[in-house]
């Protein structure tokens, strides 16, 4: 959730929370020794010499993973110089590792981090190459968002996969598994060693601005039981996995990019609900825990968002739950962590809670220069931060970044983007279509009497490296399945003079299929498919987000759940609509009634086949 902009879900209505839980290089060499990624606990007398040779300065950098704009380590674009001079005071990624000796660099695409899978790879050989050429150099802990579906930061052509909520509707343990272990051979062919995914967030609040589909479900054991497969996957491929957001952000209704999210769970209810996802990660053995910028006033009553909580995260994370990894901030130029105290006294105040790394803070030179205050003046002990360095080191030792730091480019043609990949993408997002509605066995639609579709709606911006937009996709796949298939987008707010056309548009075609995403009762959305139905044509839309567009669609005949509109997921949507394949997914959340939220229209579990 780093300044994502994914966007809120749209969803308004407020359903109780007791209807939602019914229903629900020298150092380099002497590391050589240290073996295969996640083999055997490294050699800790090794990691403390390299952290007693440290000097102040170079402790503090280790605690930071900070953004930097570019595709190159030392030869960014112009723009992107210009970027790196007003943000952080440096020209480029190399110069921003040799001033402050960080201990991570966060790619995103709107950094320009993330042009195509090549490219990547050369960035962090620069960035590594850059770090580890200093004084006392180590290996740089290079992370990245990619849980998939809507939030991914690298795109085509990589292979690209359903996100966490349609991996929930498929249900399978082994398809998350495989996600996680394709997905971080890919990663790690580019250089990505610490992957920010899974999604640990019970999601059983539909007004979620924030998380909503980024989640497994509703249920905890199943969500459990997912997260650790995809835990399994990716360490398995020797990517740290990261399960956040932690104690919990799956019932809020604020978002902590904008605003400071309050959890009102009793201890009872979060030691219920919030906790097994987590309790699961760690027992999978999961390498980093991100944490959530929110209150919990029923595990810490002091005002304090988690991130900033030594109750949440020493009392709670370290001593009851056992977990001994990286403890990772969400991004700390979130309004949730910002709200209370300074940008000076956030990253002073994470470490004291027991957090190990600080990620991307607003004012970089601020937060260094505070932490480093806050030994010097006694507020931290060194120690304290010795702790959190080794635990960073040992990470990065079990991830073989200092016995092999560098990637090749024949690893990523290799790897990346291959056929067998994408095919295993495309099986597992047949598995999570889910047939909401089919009256009167309107679906599959057959070429012999449907030969025509009209494909309307909404057209989001399509996700990191997909085609889109959405209807083009969708009207693309079916022309490929032996429809006449045409777009027409008509967006997330169609005018009367938008819904007019289409309506036109279907009088001319056998059938229409409408995308829609995140209707509520006063979208035009709704408008649009009422309409589209009174034509008589047959109707199916198809819910490109949240599932619970279909409580706001009781006219259409049939309703799908694609849980993205990724390209991925579209594609199966369309197999499904043709019947190529049956609909298997099941909801892992409930869907209220929209005239009634305290009545469940769907409960988890539901779903209709052919």
Known sequence: MHDTGTGSTGNTAQPSRRTVLAATAGVTAALAAAGPAHAAAPDDSRLRAIVSRMTLQEKVGQLFVMRVYGHSATAPDQADVAANLKEIGVRTAAELVAKYRVGGIIYFTWAHNTRDPHQIADLSNGIQRASLGLPRGLPVLISTDQEHGIVARVGKPATLFPGAMALGAGGSRSDARALGRIAGA??????????????????VNPANPVIGVRSFGADPRAVSALVAAEVAGYQGSGVAATAK???????????????????????????????????????????????????????????????????????????????????????????GVRTKYGDARVPVLALKAGVDQLLNPPDLDLAWNAVLTAVREGELTEARLDESILRVLRLKSRLGLFRSPYVGQGGVDRTVGTRSHLAAADRIAERTTTLLVNEGRLLPLSRRRHPKVLVVGADPASPSGTTGPPTGVLAGALNELGFTATALSTGTAPSAAAIAKAVAAARDADAVVAATYNVTASSSQKALVEQLVATGRPVVAVAIRNPYDVAHLPSAPACLAAYSWTDVELRAAARVIAGRVKPRGKLPVAVQRADDPEQVLYPIGYGLSY
């Open 186 to 203: 890919e990663l790690r062919a580019m250089g990505i060693r610490q992957d920010y995914s899974p999604v640990a967030d019970v999601n």
């Open 245 to 335: 957001h932690f104690p919990g952000h799956g019932d809020t209704n604020v978002d902590s990019h904008t605003g400071f999210p309050t959890i009102t769970h009793s201890r009872e209810l979060w030691e219920k609900l919030d906790a097994p996802p987590f309790r699961a990660a760690i027992a999978a053995g999961i390498d980093s825990i991100m944490t959530a910028h929110l209150m919990v006033p029923a595990l810490d009553g002091s005002g304090d968002p988690a991130t900033l909580s030594r109750p949440i995260l020493t009392g709670i994370l370290r001593e009851q739950l056992g977990y001994d990894g990286v403890v990772v901030t969400d991004s700390l130029g979130m309004e």
